[in-house]
């Protein structure tokens, strides 16, 4: 994780948590059954691995930090090798540094190496959310039809390789130099209702504005339009001919505290990102709900499984019967839209599908 980590904020609900539970410690029944009397932080944990380590819900984790609020003042300078142990006295369990019986090592803010085997554990995986920060977006109307688009490749092209120029035309905006190219959205449907939620376009890569448009009178009075020039520095694909251009917007420098949802919270997934029909573990799903429905980047999400229909040979009658839906998985939301969110799939025991239900944990 780079070393920018050190600067993500506590935020106010996450302090209030931790320190909720630092008054008192976490009691014993909330940790894992397993739980390690010692462990070392390795290179590459993240807040959410320690905390499947040490409590049964792994979205806890300001809890852990809570446990031991006065030395771990910032859970972001927790770093590889540090050894923490769990002090279990009073019958609540309290996690320190250091090793029991010598005393606890006091933790103090300093800034280490840029280097990811020195730097500060992150929250969560966040290689994993990054590059879809750019890639996964939902539009609320089909606006990308009126977008600014690839018209002409050099020496009449049909596809656009990395380093190649394209010609665009379009409203372009003058500050803009990167853009996101886009190919043709489709809709996404609530699995519910089949109501449209918004547009998603499959991401193709990132072009480079380097020589804007004009519009030339020539000899004859007439108008010769000429399109501006972009070159395609980064491609998922190879661009083409009627392709759509976004402005890229800044990069989100963002850490993720998972936290349950305030209240009740309950949808369905939307479909799979990318071209896949079921999702697995750190796979990116969307879901039907968005800000307007309460959700928020970092809200944790329990996934359901559908029961199924079985035959009760134990009645003459031999009826059917639906078993309970069982939870098999949890959900981590990393951006949030209007009426839809996308969500990482951090754990999970079968495959996800369009459909399948979410609620809060």
Known sequence: MPAMAVHFPVTPEWRDTAQKVAQAGVPLSELAPNAPDTYTVKRRDTLWDISKIFLRSPWRWPELWGMNLDQIRNPHLIFPGQVLYLDKSGGRARLRFGQPGSGTQKLSPRI???????????????????????????????????????????????????????????????????????????????????????????YVGIAEYTRPGEMRRVADGKAEIVPATFVLTSLRQEAGIGDRLAALPPPEYSNYVPHAPQGAMSGLIVSVYGEGLNAGQNHIVTLNKGSRDGMERGHVLALWRDGTEVLDKTDAKRPTIKLPDEKHGNLLVFRVFDRMSYALIMSVQGPVRRGDRFTEP
Do not use: C, M, W
């Open 112 to 202: 280490r190496g840029t280097d990811q085997d020195g730097g500060p554990i992150a929250a969560i995986p966040f290689h994993l959310i990054e590059p879809f920060l750019n890639q996964a977006v939902i539009f609320q109307s089909n606006e990308l039809e009126t977008a600014p688009r690839i018209v002409a490749a050099q020496e009449g092209r049909v596809l656009i390789g990395r380093g190649e120029t394209a010609y665009v035309r379009g409203e372009l905006t003058g500050q803009q130099r990167e853009y996101r190219v886009f190919r043709e959205p489709k809709p996404l449907t609530d699995p519910g209702t089949a109501e449209v939620l918004g547009y998603e376009a499959a």
